[in-house]
């Protein structure tokens, strides 16, 4: 019995440190208290439309007093405290009906805005966007068939407009609800997550990843996709957004 008790005391023991080291390793972005460490994309300030409510990180245009009706900066978000390079970055996340967004990653500031240099784990009503919003021209423009439609390139957890998710192994929740993205980067492999599943993976800077980048929407960014480090960042397009439990894990 005593033998017993001691195993069991050891066990337990080590399954709180374990427990404990793990969660060290985590940096809180963001805790539901105060947006500390995040402003403006080429900016000093978070921008407006960007408050706190209820512990949830939320973007809403009907947030945006009349002071800052002429407000002409970014509103992308960036959490401007620390740079990073190989990460696991974990973010609950959710948008309304219609509702677009983006989470970027290596981003560089001193651009027309992230897009233009960062990755991004793409954030989008799959399955309303397209019948809200007309895309034809801009998907015709740059060659997708069946322009109308969101092209899986355009669709949640895909690296946009680089590399698809898969939708086998995709479980998104419908606009409204809660979804969680788990993105792992390093320089022999990249990871995105959707709701506990790996959806995507790649090589950063391989022949194939330069071949895409090259031939499609990045062709005529040189900057994109190059660094090796950088920012964290939100993309506002237009669309009500909500965030929680941002946290990040250097690897």
Not at 193 to 215: D, T, Y
Request: glycine share 8%.
């Amino acid at each position: 019995m005593r033998k017993y008790s001691f195993f069991f005391l050891l066990i337990s023991t080590l399954f709180v440190f374990c427990t404990s080291s793990t969660n060290k390793e985590w940096i809180i972005l963001f805790d539901g208290k105060d947006t500390e460490g995040w402003r403006a994309y080429n900016g000093d300030v978070m921008p407006p439309g960007w408050k706190i409510i209820d512990e949830v990180l939320t973007f809403n245009t009907q947030q945006i007093l009349e002071e800052d009706y002429d407000y002409k900066g970014s509103r992308d978000i960036i959490y401007g405290a620390e740079e990073f390079d190989n990460f696991e970055l974990y973010v609950e996340w959710k948008i309304p009906v219609g509702g677009n967004s983006g989470i970027f990653y290596h981003i560089k500031e001193g651009y027309g805005g992230p897009p233009e240099v960062s990755p991004e784990y793409q954030l989008i009503d799959d399955e309303n966007y397209a019948d809200i919003h007309d895309l034809t021209a801009y998907n015709t423009s740059v060659g997708f068939e069946n322009p109308s439609k969101l092209h899986p390139l355009q669709q949640t957890a895909s690296d946009y407009a680089m590399y698809a998710a898969d939708p086998l192994k995709k479980k998104l929740n419908p606009a409204g609800e809660w979804n969680s993205t788990k993105i792992k980067f390093t320089e022999e492999i990249v990871e995105y997550w959707l709701n506990g599943e790996r959806v995507l993976s790649f090589v950063p800077w391989s022949e194939e990843w330069h071949q895409k980048k090259n031939s499609g929407k990045w062709d005529g960014l040189p900057d994109y996709g190059k660094f090796k480090s950088g920012f964290i960042g939100f993309q506002d397009h237009g669309s009500d957004l909500w965030f929680r439990n941002i946290k990040i894990k250097k690897l």
